[in-house]
């Protein structure tokens, strides 16, 4: 296909975590001197404010999904079928408009959870590209699973499972979707049927780096060997600074309240706060709310907690008041910017791959407090691969983690030998991490050889 200069379209699964990080790979497209169109869809476009940075132009376009006002948790559980005809009919329509303007796209990056992208790319004659936003060892689970190599029995079981390359995994290591597929039955098909098509496409694209996940990595590229790691898909500005002003994703769900984080922050200690925050989506009940605030207070560490406006009403009586001399609670805040501040000691999360990829890039430490879906399977990878933090476990009825066990848990990664060693094994992987996206790092490279394979066929 003759091209005078390459467009690409980019198109991730409509919710922030998948959002963030196929835009930061946009920008390092764009950088290259590639159009790239990002694809939204109208249900979260209205609400989701995008604005790319960083001197590279990433340009905006939204196709309807057919949910205009609907939460994409409900398109997934109930009209998933319909979303997909609607989204195929639209994009294709979307890229008919591109060739009438002499403006034809070359290739689709598509979130590799919706495999009936690649379908789209070949009835328009292009190439297609998956991109896996969580982490090889999730993947690789799921895949497994779709293949019917990983047999799940009783939910409550001990059974361990073994996988090529992975550390032996129980039950509660694996991504909860599955010990729960009768819960999220949906969640479940569309996770594992990312894998219903994926070998026919063109290239796979990850967003992890080479040596976080060495040993699986190269078994997905003996498997796969179109596969190419391409991340930490983190702002230029903390790791390599080769994207100059890239400073934040430029997307965002909520405001955060940057100025009063920063200057809070700005009065603490060196490693001396529990930053605290589990994502845009994830919810607490009451009880556990209540541990959560106990642990903190508790712990008589200085504390940054980041508690959404829709759950502040689970907060203890008093609690923001008799805390006030220790801890900051707010509704949002700009975590990559108080990751990298040198007040933050650990991160107490809910190990979203990207919050965890952030800390990673970032140096720090973490408790490991894992809600669902993938994030049970990252945790056991921060405690028990990478050393970079504890994970914290449910009372025996497997429900509420205590304010006791918080308390451990912070207390393990803030004080002694133990913290010691697990900030200096923090700092290696942020390390680590740089080289692999700076000049001439493993994921550079590869996302060097992803452009010339594209120009290349656009001479």
């Known amino acids: ?156 079981g001990t059974t361990t499972f073994s996988m090529p390359a992975m550390p032996t995994m129980e039950i509660g290591d694996l991504p909860s979707l599955i010990p729960d597929r009768d819960l999220y039955s949906a969640f479940l098909s569309l996770m594992v049927n990312q894998f219903s098509n994926f070998q026919k496409a063109d290239w796979l694209l990850l967003n992890s780096f080479d040596k976080l996940e060495e040993e699986v990595l190269n078994w997905m590229a003996n498997q796969w060997p179109v596969i190419k790691t391409v991340g930490p898909t983190v702002p230029s500005i903390y790791l390599d600074k080769q994207l100059e002003d890239d400073k934040d994703y430029g997307l965002n769900l909520f405001h955060p309240n940057a100025e009063a984080c920063m200057k809070w922050l700005d009065t603490k200690e060196k490693s001396s706060v529990v930053y605290a925050s589990f994502g845009s989506l994830a919810t607490a009940g009451g009880s556990q709310m209540e541990e959560l605030a106990m642990a903190l207070k508790n712990s008589n560490k200085n504390f940054l907690w980041v508690v959404r406006a829709s759950e502040e009403s689970k907060l203890p009586s008093n609690f923001v008041n008799e805390t006030s001399e220790k801890g900051l609670v707010v509704n949002w805040c700009p975590q990559l910017q108080v990751l990298s501040h040198q007040a933050v000691g650990c991160f107490l999360t809910h190990c979203g791959w990207n919050s965890t990829l952030e800390a990673l890039s970032l140096g720090v430490p973490m408790v490991a407090m894992p809600q669902w879906t993938d994030q049970t399977t990252n945790a056991k990878y921060i405690a028990d691969v990478w050393d970079a933090g504890v994970r914290i476990q449910a009372n025996d009825k497997g429900i509420i983690i205590t304010r006791e066990e918080i308390e451990l848990g912070i207390k393990e990664v803030m004080e002694g030998e133990r913290g010691d060693k697990l900030r200096r094994n923090a700092v290696r992987w942020k390390e680590l991490a740089r080289r692999a996206v700076d000049k001439g790092g493993s994921s550079d490279k590869n996302i060097d050889e992803f452009v010339l394979q594209i120009v290349t066929q656009c001479v």
């Open 1 to 156: 296909m003759a091209c005078k200069k390459p467009h690409i379209l980019v198109f991730p699964f409509p919710a922030q975590g998948h959002i963030n990080p196929i835009l930061q790979f946009s920008k390092r497209l764009a950088s290259k001197g590639f159009k790239i169109t990002l694809i939204t869809v109208t249900s979260v476009a209205k609400s989701m404010h995008i604005q790319p940075n960083g001197g590279a132009s990433v340009e905006i376009e939204s196709v309807s999904d057919g949910f205009d006002d609907a939460e994409i948790a409900d398109v997934v559980t109930a009209h998933l079928d319909r979303f997909i005809a609607t989204v195929s009919q639209n994009l294709t329509s979307l890229a008919g408009k591109f060739v009438s303007s002499g403006d034809p796209p070359t290739v689709l990056v598509y979130d590799a959870i919706m495999p009936f992208c690649l379908d789209v790319a070949r009835k328009l004659g292009i190439k297609g590209a998956a991109f896996f936003t969580q982490m090889g060892a999730v993947s690789a689970v799921y895949y497994h699973y779709y293949e019917g190599n990983l047999k799940i029995g009783d939910r409550l």
